[in-house]
């Protein structure tokens, strides 16, 4: 049995492979594992306490995928809603859809019992103010004037800490079943309603028992274009390794042309458990536990440097 997670899962991952001993499913992992992290008033990338779009609302996006039925849920664009990732599930088990996006889901959450929780925090308001009220020109609303502001503030609006995240995991259960689930409060200060990859199977969350499971953090129009954690998976069903697997679908993110190209960064499992993480750019790590292991370790994701046509980070 094991769980992965991008580092900012740590708060969940004990969490997840103890529903793995007690005898759970690889999906009851995942929802487990990222729970506790969309909870962490920390983390500015993941739920609660996530940065707000560029009205200084919060909006979430999540997906989850059962590696064995291929069924997949996921929601986006949602308010006031703490735990997406089990609305995510709820749409994989209670509708014949797969992707919801802001009133519908927000509807759909009220039906399914979710509570009402305000995910703006003093804090993460505090964070998106400094940048809106001291650096970006009034009227930036406006679609012309958000694009030029964009480029050159985006950057500031991020979370210092953690400029980049979202979170990942990819667990594996007792019966060698794979399950994926992702959940993010997106690109801080986007235009509102739009979508990452997070949401997007294929794009930022693929599982299948048969070959293995991916998923992304980082620049999520970037992940789209190219399907990432479809593209990992796919490598694996062509015979590759789980490290080429990975190595090539990062590489072929620097062939994409992108004048916000940024990082993007992928936790990876192959069908027998072997796992790792990678990244086009520098430093960046993931955490894991088997279990035969008391509490988790943190490795480094392989770097593979971005050609083509996109800019090395
Ligand atoms: N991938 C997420 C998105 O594009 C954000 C991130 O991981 O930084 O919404």
Known sequence: MLVIASANGAVGIEAAMQVLRDGGSALDAVEAGIRPVESNPADHTVGYSGLPNLLGVVEVDASIMDGRTLQAGAVGAVQNCEHAISLARKVMEELPHVLLVGSGAERFAKEMGFPETDLLTADAKAIWAEIFDTKVPSGCQERMAYVESIRRYAKLAADPERPNETVNFIARDARGNLATGVSTSGWSWKYPGRLGDSPVIGAGNY?????????????????????????????????????????????????????????????????????????????????????DMRIYAEAPRIHVAAGGAGRRL
């Not at 015979?239 to 072929?252: I, W």
């Not at 993110?253 to 992108?258: E, I």
Request: glycine share 12%; net charge negative; charged share 20%.
């Open 207 to 291: 599982a299948d028992n048969r070959y293995g499971a991916a998923a992304c953090t980082g620049r999520g129009e970037m992940a789209m274009r190219l399907c990432t954690a479809h593209s990992v998976v796919t490598y694996l069903k062509l015979g590759m390794t789980l490290e080429a697997a990975g190595r090539a679908a990062t590489a072929e993110l620097g062939y994409l042309v992108d004048p916000y190209f940024g990082r993007v960064s992928l936790i990876a499992m192959d069908a027998r458990g072997n796992h790792a993480g990678f990244s086009n750019g520098p430093d960046a790590t993931y955490v894991y536990m088997t279990d």
